[in-house]
């Protein structure tokens, strides 16, 4: 059933959703729908970003998709609907972090956020990896060269050391955490995981340890990824005394969030050569300044909070989104429930 504008909805479940998702899963809507024997109203997110639902059409949104489409100048309409819906229940979105304030609100009310991070975590992690290999193998210089049109092979006393005698330490184990600490063991590493749970079987790490002892943990490492939530007990947790911490000449890959991190403290270590360089793709400040240190320092990389971009990426967060809709109409525990 398609949102009737007249239609009193107060007593009804609607769910808000873009014409695009509408058209990409109509269906399969209809067919949960039939399965489940419930009657669900899809009331559309305005086509005029400037717009806004009435009332009787916000009291009757229970749930809501925050799909790829939305984002830019509906996303605005789109969060001031889910904020004045009284009767929200569930947010499903396709971030992979809820640390935006934006949803902070909402978790505050009690509203069940979910997402389906494994669709993110898997074009993060090669970015992430392309960023190891691109520092590791000296791309920087060559980009460097190239610019200028110079032949310019690495030195004899800078040659880049082999990948297999290293040592990565990632900063969170979850779906990007994890797809990153694969891949690098793959080409050669050994990964140590950094997260609260204890070591599973099947955990693609050699080692793993829990926060309290992480400053233990990284004088041992070539490769810090911070691959964790931005949270409270996570903002700033990067300081100057981890950082001080690694050995002279590791490297710091960030593809999490910019406030994890010291950003003036990191551009020290940068500067003075205790870091060896790093790949960056979030900021504390983003758009990341023109006036910032980080554009212009050798052997560093930067990405502008871009690490996730991947073709077809909305049809792949369909599925997460059309399951956790069957579990919620029939009551289930909903999978994947993002908490900041």
């Known amino acids: 059933m398609t949102l009737s504008p007249q239609r009193n909805l107060a007593h009804m479940t609607g769910i808000l959703l873009s014409e695009r998702t509408l058209k990409l899963c109509g269906s399969e809507i209809d067919r949960i729908q039939r399965e ?3 009657s669900l109203v899809r009331i559309l997110i305005p086509a005029d970003p400037t717009a806004r639902l009435e009332a009787d059409q916000l009291a009757g949104i229970k749930a809501a998709f925050f799909s790829v489409d939305v984002m830019g100048e509906k996303a605005a309409s789109f969060f001031s609907a889910v904020h004045r819906a009284p009767g929200l229940e569930w947010l499903h979105t396709f971030n992979t972090g809820v640390d935006h304030p934006v949803f902070k609100g909402l978790l505050d009310r009690g509203v069940a956020i979910t997402n389906y991070p494994i669709v993110a975590a898997v074009p993060i992690a090669h970015t992430a990896i392309a960023g190891l290999l691109m520092l590791a193998r000296g791309f920087p210089h060559w980009l460097e060269a190239q610019l200028e049109r110079r032949w310019s092979p690495q030195s004899p006393s800078a040659l880049p050391e082999r990948l297999e005698d290293q040592t990565l330490v990632v900063l969170g184990l979850g779906a990007i955490g994890s797809e990153i600490a694969r ?3 793959a080409i050669g590493l050994r990964v140590i995981g950094i997260r609260r749970s204890p070591a599973g079987s099947n955990d693609p790490v050699d080692e793993v340890y829990r926060p309290q002892q992480l400053e233990q943990v990284l004088g041992r490492a070539d490769w810090l990824a911070i691959s964790c939530p931005l949270t409270s007990e996570t903002r700033g947790w990067i300081d100057r005394s981890l950082l001080r911490s690694l050995p002279r000449g590791a490297r710091v890959i960030n593809v ?3 406030e994890i991190v010291d950003e003036d403290a990191l551009i020290e270590a940068l500067r ?3 870091l060896a360089g790093a790949y960056l793709d979030v900021f504390a400040q983003e ?3 023109e006036s910032s240190p980080l554009w212009s320092l050798p052997n560093v990389i930067v990405t502008p909070h871009n690490a996730a971009a991947s073709g077809g ?3 792949r967060h369909i599925p997460g989104f059309l399951a956790n809709l069957e579990r919620w ?4 525990p909903l999978a994947h429930i993002a908490s900041s």
């Open 36 to 38: 489940t024997g419930t």
């Open 183 to 185: 891949l690098a063991r």
């Open 256 to 258: 999490a969030r910019g």
């Open 272 to 274: 003075d050569g205790h």
């Open 287 to 289: 758009p990341l300044p």
């Open 313 to 315: 990426i909305e049809l």
């Open 329 to 332: 109409l029939r009551k289930q």
